[in-house]
């Protein structure tokens, strides 16, 4: 029984480039959220998508974008790199029970995560 | 949009002895409450959870407790152990995200 898998597991790129970071959720889960952790501090959330939708949006700038497949894997295209944006980029997948509103609240799994560096 | 606060920040602790660690948010929509946990270059892995419905709720040596009027909840570590020495994070959703706290950093020193 798989869990929540990323690709690549390490990526270095150099400002203005653009990298995309790959995510798998955990078989039959539909919703995949997407999160930045900078060293030291907690996660902080850019992106949720469930059933192809985008359901809730963090306070990111418009470099950062994603979308969710038919299989439910999802990708985080981050454009114009900047130095800042060196981080572990996390993926969490989860089972939504409901929709409520435009966001969903529900046991979130996490992946291994992507460690960018930008040079 | 909603603010997690959590404290302390680092935590150190007899092995045996309990450990507890608070957070406090602002949006009173928020209706669910996680914690994880994250060892050194690794994933945050679910420890415990609960619902806005709920005030309290416990699975073994871990329990979390919620005060939706104060806004603010705790996690209680009872009789710890070296291995439960990591960073903690409290988070909270509401309908449009999840926000962490900055993390607790518990050392259990045996």
């Known amino acids: 029984d798989a869990g929540v898998t990323q690709s690549p597991t390490h990526l270095i790129k150099t400002r203005g480039q653009h990298v995309t970071l790959r995510c798998s959720p955990i078989?039959?889960?539909?919703?995949v959220s997407w999160y930045q952790q900078v060293l030291g501090q907690g996660p902080q959330f850019i992106f949720q998508?469930?059933?192809?939708?985008?359901?809730g949006r963090g306070n990111f700038p418009d470099r950062f974008s994603a979308r969710q497949f038919p299989n439910y894997s999802s990708e985080l295209n981050v454009n114009a790199l900047l130095l800042g944006d060196s981080a572990l980029y996390l993926c969490?997948?989860?089972?939504?029970?409901?929709?409520?509103?435009?966001?969903?609240?529900?046991?979130?799994?996490f992946g291994p995560g992507t460690r960018l560096t930008v040079l | 949009g909603e603010n997690v606060e959590q404290h302390p920040s680092t935590l150190s602790v007899q092995e045996g002895d309990s450990a507890v660690i608070k957070c406090t948010y602002s949006?009173?929509?928020?209706?669910?409450f996680p914690w994880y946990k994250q060892e050194l270059g690794k994933r945050p892995q679910l420890i415990i959870d609960?619902?806005?419905?709920?005030g309290e709720k416990k699975d073994q040596r871990i329990a979390v407790t919620l005060n939706k009027t104060a806004k603010h909840f705790s996690l209680h570590i009872t009789e710890t152990q070296p291995e439960d020495s990591a960073v903690y994070f409290c988070?909270?959703?509401?309908?449009?995200?999840?926000?962490f706290g900055a993390g607790t950093r518990l050392t259990v020193k045996p």
């Open positions: 988070a909270a959703f509401d309908n449009n995200d999840m926000r």
């Open positions: 949006d009173s929509a928020s209706n669910y």
């Open positions: 078989s039959g889960h539909k919703s």
């Open positions: 969490a997948s989860s089972s939504p029970r409901r929709a409520t509103g435009t966001g969903l609240a529900d046991t979130q799994y």
């Open positions: 609960i619902r806005s419905n709920v």
């Open positions: 998508y469930y059933e192809k939708e985008e359901r």
